[in-house]
């Protein structure tokens, strides 16, 4: 019974992981390929986030390095 | 390859039905492409170039854009002034045909002989493509 209960789990659980899975055509690749699709698409807001955040911060980090106060420069 | 090419009927960008079928005793070149496919940005002016090359020759090439929205190929299409007769720009946008000729990248190129028949098939786009399109469409030429 147990035996049963644990394969049964296992197909579920395969079945789950197959029907999350799709495989997409070339040709239905637009909207994947939208620059909003990337995670830093917009290089300007990129760079004042990190500013800000860095500056925040007060630390030097993977951003590079800056320096405390406002950052407002 | 080497089998009919499955026949077909597509609005061109001016709202013409143009059919595959009419081209029957040219050279016909395929090609399946996107606005929002970098490979085929660089492919499109090179396939102006390619229909430059045979001018008043039996070749005819048919554009197939599969841009889910018209506007998004007129608006590429703006930067091109000049665009060879022989150069049919086609609308799929409900990617019907491209389905039917399962191109497996974006962009793909078929060449048809004179009687239809897909001899070529070209998967991408790469620098190197220009010159054996040439040599392909040269050879069927003469058959």
């Given at each position: 019974m147990?035996?049963?209960a644990v394969w049964l789990l296992?197909?579920?659980s395969l079945g789950a992981a197959l029907s999350g899975c799709a495989r997409v055509k070339p040709w239905e690749r637009e909207y994947l390929a939208d620059p909003i699709m990337q995670f830093d698409y917009n290089k300007e807001e990129k760079s004042v986030k990190e500013h800000f955040l860095g500056t925040r911060e007060g630390s030097t980090g993977s951003f590079g390095v800056s320096g405390g106060?406002?950052?407002c420069n | 390859m080497n089998q009919s090419a499955p026949p077909f009927t597509l609005m061109d960008i001016n709202g013409r039905a143009v059919s595959l079928?009419?081209?029957k005793g040219k050279v016909v070149?395929?090609?399946f492409w996107a606005s929002w496919c970098p490979p085929c940005k660089v492919e499109f002016p090179e396939l102006i170039r390619l229909m430059e090359r045979y001018n008043g020759e039996d070749v005819a090439l048919l554009a197939v854009n599969v841009d889910q929205k018209r506007s998004h190929a007129v608006d590429f299409l703006k930067k091109f002034s000049v665009i060879p007769a022989s150069f049919h720009l086609l609308l799929d946008g409900e990617s019907q045909v491209i389905k039917i000729y399962n191109a497996s990248a974006m962009?793909?190129?078929f060449i048809l002989d004179k009687n239809g028949v897909v001899r070529h098939i070209h998967f991408g786009y790469r620098e190197t493509d220009r010159k054996k399109w040439i040599e392909e469409i040269d050879t069927l030429l003469k058959q």
């Open positions: 147990k035996k049963k296992a197909a579920v106060g406002c950052g | 079928s009419s081209f070149f395929i090609d962009p793909t190129s």
